[in-house]
């Protein structure tokens, strides 16, 4: 009876692989909870063969969920017709819930005649047994014959857990909260100080625009996160996962983040090939409808590298809803899973991201000088780190701590006063744990709204209190690189350090100009409030706070992230990414002159136009490379430099166009047209 309740409430299965060994065990089918022997290929085929009734009340089953996702997209529209017509009234909704409930008993009915006819087939009975195994002892062995299935991927059990890293470095204080950073500019105006009144009139405002992220924008944004849209494709991706399985050698893994969201991936080893690159690994970022089972991973595969691919939250195996918070806690347990479990060093990992997925590619943490935050005393701080130059003044009774969050001497205070919050405020608590010698760990454990963005409505009350109260200065006119906001669900001190190198391809530096683009000109405020609040993919912003190298790659057909047509290439937002990139790195080669002669060269379509513009200028790339290894040998190599300062207006019109096409690459295809892996390249470094 205990295995006909499991045959019921267990998951559905699709297919069972090849075997992957020439020498198995011959199949058998005892029940025994720590061990179960593999199917054997030779007498079962690879798909999984349900019974007569399993397959027609999967089929019920399925058509069933598809109506609910419909009625639940709908939902807005039924019930205004509902309530037109007068149906919801009370003598009308009692015989419907009757109905409802009939209906339900109904499936219920169904999903019992599935489980028999589940308990009657032995392929099933021995995944069953071998999933329940597995959820019992989490041994190799049993963890080695799950993975010869492909089924639910809810069932599956958890192979990584975000605080495995740290409960093995830390034997006190119990297990912490942790969780990626955003970094995020926030321009802060004098005299702007809210009264009540004008709090209650931006209130409807907010709301619409939470409503609208919550509901259409998130769904617009990635629409890979769709029900219908995951059921349509589903044969597809089955399809590509055998592939990776079966293959190319492929192990699947549950990866819990810190949010409580389950990330599915994917790992193709080639550490044990001839191959040199194969000890490379490579972690795909996928686009907004991308999945890893057909996505970018290919790319890195054929070029031979070892691969990690994953599926964004809310995306086929992975749980949640795919918001900015959610995405970069996301990426971390990945990366964090990449270095403590699959063994790979920092600086061997490569972060590969297509389209949408440069937002998670560079929401790496800051690499480099930026790693090095102190934080000296164990006190409870609040969730807003409004950041000033060095230098500001400390008002008497304030707390502040020195973060040096952007460079070597560059260092800022960050003023908080924790009455200025409400009760249910973060509350951020800081002790030292070891990373490098010189990190120390912040927890932070955001209670306000539930939501990702609950932070800047502290951060708004604070900044307007001490506005009023004439404790900040006015930071107008300071560039980006001097003002952090840091908007975490949770505070996390990663583990890890630099990462190899970061490589985008189809990427953008903002989306509120793509969002503009498809969404009509009356509703522009709505979309900017949107976006910035709840949405905001500043990719240009997380990248110029990596030091790493960087490589970008430019669809000169693109029709997705260009803001006109895809035969104008200078509305591509990728050239807005290389620009801000430059103009952050080297500030004093990407003057005038230097910007002029760039945006030149990126009007170029063709490798003809684009040879012909830099010939013209008569660029000397030895000369380029003994200035900036001059530099860097005197200066170090800690971004931004003042290279070119002293440096003749033709000298500088020759370097920028070095540093562009470094950095840039143009590859002749639309936007999703895949990657060959010729064209997959390392980046550019000194």
Same mark, same amino acid.
Request: aromatic share 10%.
């Given at each position: 009876?205990?295995?006909?309740?499991?045959?019921?409430?267990?998951?559905?299965?699709?297919?069972?692989?090849?075997?992957?060994?020439?020498?198995?065990?011959?199949? @058998?089918?005892?029940?025994?909870?720590?061990?179960?022997?593999?199917?054997?290929?030779?007498?079962?085929?690879?798909?999984?063969?349900?019974?007569?009734?399993?397959?027609?009340?999967?089929? #019920?089953?399925?058509?069933?969920?598809?109506?609910?996702?419909?009625?639940?997209?709908?939902?807005? *529209?039924? *019930?205004?017709?509902?309530?037109?017509?007068?149906?919801?009234?009370?003598?009308?909704?009692?015989?419907?819930?009757?109905?409802?409930?009939?209906?339900?008993?109904?499936?219920?009915?169904?999903?019992?005649?599935? $489980?028999?006819?589940?308990?009657?087939?032995?392929?099933?009975?021995?995944?069953?047994?071998?999933?329940?195994?597995?959820?019992?002892?989490?041994?190799?062995?049993?963890?080695?014959?799950?993975?010869?299935?492909?089924?639910?991927?809810?069932?599956?059990?958890?192979?990584?857990?975000?605080?495995?890293?740290?409960?093995?470095?830390?034997?006190?204080?119990?297990?912490?909260?942790?969780?990626?950073?955003?970094?995020?500019?926030?321009?802060?105006?004098?005299?702007?100080?809210?009264?009540?009144?004008?709090?209650?009139?931006?209130?409807?405002?907010?709301?619409? @625009?939470?409503?609208?992220?919550?509901?259409?924008?998130?769904?617009?944004?990635?629409?890979g996160s769709v029900y219908l849209l995951q059921k349509a494709l589903m044969p597809v991706l089955l399809q590509g996962q055998?592939?990776?399985?079966?293959?190319?050698?492929?192990?699947?893994?549950?990866?819990?983040?810190?949010?409580?969201?389950? #990330?599915?991936?994917?790992?193709?080893?080639?550490?044990?090939?001839?191959?040199?690159?194969?000890?490379?690994?490579?972690?795909?970022?996928?686009?907004?409808?991308?999945?890893?089972?057909?996505?970018?991973?290919?790319?890195?595969?054929?070029?031979?590298?070892?691969?990690?691919?994953?599926?964004?939250?809310?995306?086929?195996?992975?749980? $949640?809803? %795919?918001?900015?918070?959610?995405?970069?806690?996301?990426?971390?347990?990945?990366?964090?899973?990449?270095?403590?479990?699959?063994?790979?060093?920092?600086?061997?990992?490569?972060?590969?991201?297509? @389209?949408? $997925?440069?937002?998670?590619?560079?929401?790496?943490?800051?690499?480099?000088?930026?790693?090095?935050?102190?934080?000296?005393?164990?006190?409870?701080?609040?969730?807003?780190?409004?950041?000033?130059?060095? $230098?500001?003044?400390?008002?008497?009774?304030?707390?502040?701590?020195?973060?040096?969050?952007?460079?070597?001497?560059?260092?800022?205070?960050?003023?908080?006063?924790? %009455?200025?919050?409400?009760?249910?405020?973060?509350?951020?608590?800081?002790?030292?744990?070891?990373?490098?010698?010189?990190?120390?760990?912040?927890?932070?454990?955001?209670?306000? *709204?539930?939501?990702?963005?609950?932070?800047?409505?502290?951060?708004?009350?604070?900044?307007?209190?001490?506005?009023?109260?004439?404790?900040?200065?006015?930071?107008?006119?300071?560039?980006? @690189?001097?003002?952090?906001?840091?908007?975490?669900?949770?505070?996390?001190?990663?583990?890890?350090?630099?990462?190899?190198?970061?490589?985008?391809?189809?990427? *953008?530096?903002?989306?509120?100009?793509?969002?503009?683009?498809?969404?009509?000109?009356?509703?522009?405020?709505?979309?900017?409030?949107?976006?910035?609040?709840?949405?905001?993919?500043?990719?240009?912003?997380?990248?110029?706070?990596?030091?790493?190298?960087?490589?970008?790659?430019?669809r000169t057909k693109d029709e997705i992230i260009t803001t006109t047509v895809p035969e104008d290439i200078m509305s591509n937002?990728?050239?807005?990414?290389?620009?801000?990139?430059?103009?952050?790195?080297?500030?004093?080669?990407?003057?005038?002159?230097?910007?002029?002669?760039?945006?030149?060269?990126?009007?170029?379509?063709?490798?003809?136009?684009?040879?012909?513009?830099?010939?013209?200028?008569?660029?000397?790339?030895?000369?380029?490379?003994?200035?900036?290894?001059?530099?860097?040998?005197?200066?170090?190599?800690?971004?931004?430099?003042?290279?070119?300062?002293?440096?003749?207006?033709?000298?500088?019109?020759?370097?920028?166009?070095?540093?562009?096409?470094?950095?840039?690459?143009?590859?002749?295809?639309?936007?999703?047209? %895949?990657? %060959?892996?010729?064209?997959?390249?390392?980046?550019?470094?000194?």
């Amino acid at each position: 009876m205990a295995k006909l309740l499991s045959c019921v409430l267990g998951p559905r299965l699709y297919k069972i692989y090849r075997e992957r060994d020439s020498e198995r065990a011959p199949s @058998s089918v005892p029940e025994t909870p720590t061990s179960v022997t593999n199917p054997s290929s030779s007498s079962w085929d690879t798909y999984y063969q349900p019974r007569a009734l399993e397959k027609h009340a999967d089929s #019920i089953l399925a058509l069933a969920s598809v109506f609910w996702s419909i009625s639940y997209y709908s939902s807005p *529209f039924a *019930f205004f017709y509902l309530y037109r017509k007068g149906y919801l009234s009370l003598s009308k909704v009692v015989p419907f819930s009757h109905y409802a409930g009939t209906l339900l008993l109904l499936l219920a009915g169904v999903a019992c005649l599935r $489980g028999i006819g589940r308990w009657t087939n032995p392929q099933y009975r021995q995944f069953i047994t071998i999933l329940e195994a597995t959820h019992r002892n989490q041994s190799t062995e049993n963890k080695k014959q799950l993975a010869n299935y492909n089924f639910d991927f809810r069932s599956w059990p958890v192979d990584f857990h975000w605080e495995e890293p740290s409960s093995r470095k830390e034997s006190r204080g119990g297990p912490s909260r942790r969780g990626v950073a955003l970094l995020r500019p926030e321009p802060i105006h004098r005299g702007t100080a809210d009264t009540l009144l004008n709090q209650a009139k931006k209130l409807p405002c907010q709301i619409t @625009s939470y409503l609208v992220a919550h509901t259409l924008g998130r769904r617009m944004l990635y629409p890979g996160s769709v029900y219908l849209l995951q059921k349509a494709l589903m044969p597809v991706l089955l399809q590509g996962q055998a592939r990776l399985v079966e293959e190319c050698n492929g192990r699947r893994a549950k990866l819990l983040a810190c949010d409580g969201n389950e #990330i599915d991936t994917m790992f193709v080893d080639r550490r044990g090939t001839a191959e040199p690159q194969g000890q490379k690994l490579v972690i795909c970022c996928e686009g907004n409808a991308g999945f890893y089972e057909v996505g970018c991973v290919s790319t890195p595969l054929e070029a031979g590298y070892s691969v990690l691919g994953w599926n964004h939250p809310g995306f086929a195996g992975s749980t $949640g809803v %795919p918001f900015p918070q959610n995405e970069a806690n996301a990426m971390d347990v990945v990366v964090q899973f990449a270095i403590h479990r699959l063994g790979f060093q920092p600086q061997d990992i490569i972060i590969y991201a297509w @389209s949408i $997925g440069g937002f998670t590619g560079t929401s790496l943490p800051p690499t480099s000088h930026c790693r090095q935050i102190h934080v000296s005393a164990q006190e409870r701080w609040g969730p807003v780190l409004l950041a000033q130059e060095a $230098g500001g003044e400390k008002a008497p009774g304030r707390r502040v701590r020195k973060w040096n969050l952007s460079g070597p001497g560059r260092t800022y205070p960050f003023p908080y006063t924790s %009455p200025l919050l409400p009760p249910l405020c973060p509350i951020i608590k800081s002790r030292p744990v070891s990373w490098g010698g010189e990190i120390r760990e912040i927890e932070c454990f955001c209670l306000l *709204f539930s939501m990702h963005f609950q932070v800047l409505y502290s951060l708004w009350m604070v900044k307007e209190k001490h506005n009023r109260e004439n404790r900040v200065r006015d930071v107008v006119g300071m560039s980006p @690189s001097l003002f952090l906001v840091l908007v975490p669900a949770t505070w996390a001190a990663m583990s890890y350090p630099d990462i190899s190198a970061v490589i985008l391809d189809a990427s *953008f530096d903002d989306l509120v100009p793509l969002a503009l683009k498809v969404m009509p000109d009356s509703w522009r405020g709505l979309v900017t409030r949107t976006v910035r609040q709840h949405l905001n993919l500043n990719n240009s912003e997380q990248l110029c706070r990596y030091q790493g190298p960087v490589l970008l790659i430019r669809r000169t057909k693109d029709e997705i992230i260009t803001t006109t047509v895809p035969e104008d290439i200078m509305s591509n937002r990728g050239n807005d990414l290389l620009l801000k990139l430059l103009q952050f790195r080297y500030p004093r080669v990407m003057a005038e002159e230097g910007l002029r002669v760039v945006r030149q060269w990126l009007e170029a379509s063709s490798q003809l136009e684009e040879a012909s513009i830099y010939s013209r200028w008569e660029v000397e790339e030895d000369w380029c490379l003994s200035v900036l290894r001059s530099y860097q040998a005197e200066h170090g190599s800690d971004f931004p430099w003042s290279v070119g300062e002293d440096m003749s207006a033709d000298g500088r019109q020759q370097l920028a166009l070095f540093l562009a096409r470094k950095h840039l690459h143009n590859f002749e295809a639309t936007h999703c047209t %895949p990657l %060959p892996a010729q064209n997959f390249q390392m980046p550019w470094h000194l």
